[in-house]
């Protein structure tokens, strides 16, 4: 997922980013894997935070002197679909936001 238009000031926030992370484990009844990791680049740079899950991972990089976002989240089974361009609205203030879905391991 693409997300723009968003908050600078929350693509900064770890702690905006993590909630995000939190909420999408929930809703998606995920399985974290050991600690999440964050590395934060230094100003005017943003963050990138990677979950390791038992289904696979969840990823984010920010980009806050462009307003963007990059949101991956892979699963290695279908799941429930949520909404995920207001959940990047409500946690990082996203204006707009493209959702790409990806069947990976499918044959044609």
């Known amino acids: 997922m693409d997300a723009s238009g968003c908050s600078p000031e929350r693509l900064r926030d770890r702690t905006?980013?993590?909630?995000?992370?939190?909420e999408l484990i929930v809703l998606l009844e995920l399985k974290v894997v050991?600690?999440?990791?964050?590395?934060?680049?230094?100003?005017?740079?943003?963050?990138?935070?990677?979950?390791?899950?038992a289904e696979s991972h969840l990823a984010i990089h920010t980009f806050p002197e462009h307003g963007f976002a990059a949101l991956n989240v892979y699963c290695c089974r279908t799941r429930p679909r949520p909404d995920f361009q207001a959940l990047v609205?409500?946690?990082?203030g996203a204006r707009d936001s493209e959702v790409?879905?990806?069947?990976?391991?499918?044959?044609?």
């Open 16 to 22: 905006a980013l993590a909630a995000l992370f939190e």
């Open 34 to 53: 050991g600690q999440p990791q964050w590395h934060v680049f230094p100003e005017p740079g943003g963050i990138t935070g990677l979950t390791l899950l």
């Open 89 to 92: 609205a409500r946690h990082l």
């Open 100 to 108: 790409r879905e990806l069947a990976r391991g499918v044959k044609a």
